[in-house]
T-cell receptor
């Protein structure tokens, strides 16, 4: 069964550094999402992406964040200048339609020191 | 404002006992309703979807529009049901619908 994959599984970075989190959505899916979960808190929506543009973004998704689909398979989340409070588990998800079931990747645990 | 409430952080029941995990939501329009589950060291996965009645592992959920509730139930709990459960409404028919997750209920099944 096809699955969403994410790399790396863990990333440690220094405050102020740029990080890129990578995701490979399920191949025939057209809708892509990023969520994050700070330790001990709920899973929060960051951004959705369709037809090569952002469909919706949350208040968390400020100018430090960007997403890109650089080729036909990858979907990336870039944090330009990381802050301590960006430390969280970041989940990528994809779906084959708006409002359809979203399939989640295993997550990338980001630690900002 | 869109909000999902799962009042129980932790629910512990004996194997074979019935399980009910509560969920109340406040959401504009008529959301699509999901329950997601996360087993230890595994990814979030769909447990149940209201519109299609897709479900795994014998769970059901009844939508009560009047109470805006979508409680998850299983008549006889099994040890492998121990996991984190998230109630998750999403916008229906949206171009790319975001999920609003509840804070989750950790279900622990005692042998």
């Amino acid at each position: 069964e096809p699955e969403v994959t994410q790399t790396p599984s863990h990333q440690v970075t220094q405050m102020g550094q740029e990080v890129i989190l990578r995701c490979v959505p399920i191949s025939n899916h057209l809708y892509f999402y990023w969520y994050r979960q700070i330790l001990g808190q709920k899973v929060e929506f960051l951004v959705s992406f369709y037809n090569n543009e952002i469909s919706e973004k949350s208040e968390i998704f400020d100018d430090q964040f960007s997403v890109e689909r650089p080729d036909g398979s990858n979907f990336t989340l870039k944090i330009r200048s990381t802050k301590l409070e960006d430390s969280a588990m970041y989940f990528c998800a994809s779906s084959d339609g708006g409002g359809e079931t979203q399939y989640f990747g295993p997550g990338t645990r980001l630690l900002v020191l | 404002a869109q909000r999902v409430t799962q009042p129980e952080k932790l629910l512990s029941v004996f194997k074979g006992a019935p399980v009910e995990l509560k969920c109340n939501y406040s959401y504009s329009g008529s959301p699509e309703l999901f329950w997601y589950v996360q087993y230890s060291r595994q990814r979030l996965q769909l447990l149940l979807r209201h519109i299609s009645r897709e479900s795994i592992k014998g769970f059901t959920a009844d939508l009560n529009k009047g109470e805006t509730s979508f409680h998850l139930k299983k008549p006889f709990a099994q040890e492998e049901d121990s996991a984190m459960y998230y109630c998750a409404p999403a916008a229906r028919y949206s171009s790319a619908s975001k999920i609003i997750f509840g804070s989750g209920t950790r279900l622990s099944i005692r042998p």
